[in-house]
């Protein structure tokens, strides 16, 4: 398991990097498994650094999701809502991690693989030059740069808001709600949901049917046209 706290003194040129914004997540993963697997680029800010890919999973994403939405007077998805759900989640569950960076390949990998927090490819092979005592951390800059900084977490909530809005049947599928359970995306106004609630109270009146005047009866003429 991923110890978070775990603090890694030569990670002070953290701050020379930024996470991107064409975030990539695997959504079958997450209807399925609801396991969140998020690729993540990392940018240098200076033009001579090198650029990364960071991988961050966790679980527990739609569970929260629908927690907060039910909590609501209406369960409506909105940015909001999933913002709150992912933040819950990395929060209260386990991660996985990976990085694209030599330093996490030769120093962390192998460390990752043997306390289970390593997604992808396992490493076998012991860091036994860069890090064989397991004492410098838990992960790379970029990794921690990511962690320590919850910022990213809200365009990775746009991505995720996108595609629930786009596909939203499979979204409800995958929870098991129906259209009443779970909507999205609304504009909901407090008034109108007080609206709602007092026309659900008030009782009915059944229409009442006003009194038809009978048609007076034509009277009956003769084959001359006069009226007998």
């Not at 064989?132 to 809200?154: E, Q, Y």
């Not at 609304?186 to 229409?207: N, Y």
Request: net charge negative.
């Amino acid at each position: 398991m991923l110890e978070k706290q775990r603090h890694n003194p030569l990670h002070g040129k953290r701050k020379n990097y930024g996470a991107g914004t064409k975030m990539v997540v695997d959504f079958n993963r997450l209807l399925s498994d609801d396991i969140l697997v998020a690729e993540i680029p990392i940018h240098h800010k200076t033009e001579d650094g090198h650029d990364y890919l960071c991988v961050i999973s966790y679980a527990g994403v739609l569970y929260y999701l629908l927690d907060i939405a039910w909590s609501q007077p209406k369960p409506n998805v909105t940015l909001q809502t999933v913002t709150r759900a992912i933040t819950k989640a990395i929060d209260n569950s386990d991660i996985q991690v990976y990085c694209s960076c030599p330093d996490f390949h030769y120093r962390y990998a192998y460390w990752a693989t043997e306390h289970g927090y390593m997604i992808g490819e396992p490493e076998t092979r012991p860091a036994k030059i860069r890090n064989p005592h397991d004492n410098i951390g838990s992960f790379c800059k970029h990794l921690t740069m990511l962690l320590a900084n919850k910022r990213w977490l809200v365009k990775l909530s746009s991505v995720v808001n996108d595609y629930i809005r786009k596909h939203i049947d499979e979204v409800r599928a995958a929870l098991g709600a129906s259209e009443e359970e779970l909507y999205v995306n609304e504009i909901i106004l407090f008034g109108d949901i007080e609206k709602k609630r007092k026309a659900q109270e008030e009782p009915v009146e059944e229409p009442t049917e006003e009194p038809v005047d009978e048609p007076e009866e034509e009277p009956e003429l003769n084959d001359e046209g006069e009226e007998e």
